[in-house]
T-cell receptor, first 114, second 117 residues
Framework: DTGVSQDPRHKITKRGQNVTFRCDPISEHNRLYWYRQTLGQGPEFLTYFQNEAQLEKSRLLSDRFSAERPKGSFSTLEIQRTEQGDSAMYLC????????????FGEGSWLTVV | GENVEQHPSTLSVQEGDSAVIKCTYSDSASNYFPWYKQELGKRPQLIIDIRSNVGEKKDQRIAVTLNKTAKHFSLHITETQPEDSAVYFCAASNPLTGNTGFQKLVFGTGTRLLVSP
């Protein structure tokens, strides 16, 4: 499968712990997005990278969240001092080139904070 | 910012019937409108999209219509099949002024479609 890959698929963590999710976009895609989805809701935008540069961040992304995309390839999303409200599915997506090109989503990483 | 509303939240149809899902958006600058299908535990997958220079687009049993004046767009599925059962999300996007082509999708809250055999 040459789609967007995410790891881990599921993570259960205790409140206050740090977690990190990894995303491998489709290989030639220079644009990478992180979204968050809670049960019964549509995905909500978190942040955007073009190559290695993080160009947009949502107000949803508190200072406990940090995302990186070294070398413009894979990306990581770290959540520090997790809270129960962080429980959600974290979706990574990628696209190529021009605006309006299809955004392809990964299978998501489910986070449960207990 | 953009706000997308989607109706209905749940839709039950018999196999072979048609299904229509409607979305409205608030930002008149939005000009890209994709629809995603998400099966339980799976990734959202694009099924069709439309850009604002087009009023209607069709792909086999699926069609999307766009009314820019009224700021609403709809998904039409004909001859529904049980495998069409899933959650469908509409989204809207507009290009940021003077930017790099960043494309922020704003999603509706989803429609759970159930097709009964």
């Amino acid at each position: 499968d040459t789609g967007v890959s995410q790891d881990p698929r599921h993570k259960i963590t205790k409140r206050g712990q740090n977690v990190t999710f990894r995303c491998d976009p489709i290989s030639e895609h220079n644009r990478l997005y992180w979204y968050r989805q809670t049960l019964g809701q549509g995905p909500e935008f978190l942040t955007y990278f073009q190559n290695e540069a993080q160009l947009e961040k949502s107000r949803l992304l508190s200072d406990r969240f940090s995302a990186e995309r070294p070398k413009g390839s894979f990306s990581t999303l770290e959540i520090q001092r997790t809270e129960q409200g962080d429980s959600a599915m974290y979706l990574c997506a990628s696209s190529l080139g021009q605006w309006g090109n299809t955004i392809y989503f990964g299978e998501g990483s489910w986070l449960t904070v207990v | 910012g953009e706000n997308v509303e989607q109706h209905p939240s749940t839709l039950s149809v018999q196999e072979g019937d048609s299904a229509v899902i409607k979305c409205t958006y608030s930002d008149s600058a939005s000009n890209y409108f994709p629809w995603y299908k998400q099966e339980l535990g799976k990734r959202p997958q694009l099924i069709i999209d439309i850009r604002s220079n087009v009023g209607e687009k069709k792909d086999q049993r699926i069609a999307v219509t766009l009314n820019k004046t009224a700021k609403h767009f709809s998904l039409h599925i004909t001859e529904t099949q049980p495998e069409d059962s899933a959650v469908y999300f509409c989204a809207a996007s507009n290009p940021l002024t003077g930017n790099t082509g960043f494309q922020k999708l704003v999603f509706g809250t989803g429609t759970r479609l159930l097709v009964s055999p």
